[in-house]
């Protein structure tokens, strides 16, 4: 999918969504972050929606390599966050 697609559905899913970063791939989303006060919420390229509260982090588990200093692995997955894409 295209960095638009995605930011009109997570648009849609709720305004209060901060969009941080986004990872291509050859032109097409591989990853998108964003954030609601402290969970942080991430999306896959299918769309399915993981999240990660940042006050659960301990510190080995920051790296300042990644999305706000935290790991992938961190992450949950968050069915309330998955997208569902409109083919048309």
Same mark, same amino acid.
């Given at each position: 999918? +295209?960095? &638009?697609? #995605? =930011?009109?559905?997570? !648009?849609?899913?709720?305004?209060?969504?901060?969009?941080? %970063?986004? +990872?291509?791939? &050859?032109?097409?989303?591989?990853? #998108?972050?964003?954030? @609601? $006060?402290?969970?942080?919420?991430?999306? *896959? %390229? !299918?769309?399915?929606?993981?999240?990660?509260?940042?006050?659960?982090?301990?510190?080995?588990?920051?790296?300042? !390599?990644?999305?706000? $200093?935290?790991? =992938?692995?961190?992450?949950?997955? =968050?069915? +309330?966050?998955?997208? *569902? #894409? =409109?083919? @048309?």
């Amino acid at each position: 999918m +295209k960095v &638009k697609d #995605f =930011e009109d559905a997570i !648009n849609r899913m709720d305004t209060r969504i901060v969009l941080d %970063e986004v +990872k291509l791939s &050859k032109g097409h989303v591989r990853r #998108f972050y964003g954030h @609601i $006060g402290t969970t942080l919420i991430m999306w *896959k %390229e !299918n769309g399915t929606g993981h999240t990660c509260i940042l006050h659960t982090i301990s510190p080995e588990e920051v790296n300042q !390599n990644t999305h706000d $200093g935290v790991t =992938e692995s961190c992450y949950a997955p =968050e069915q +309330k966050y998955d997208i *569902k #894409f =409109e083919i @048309i």
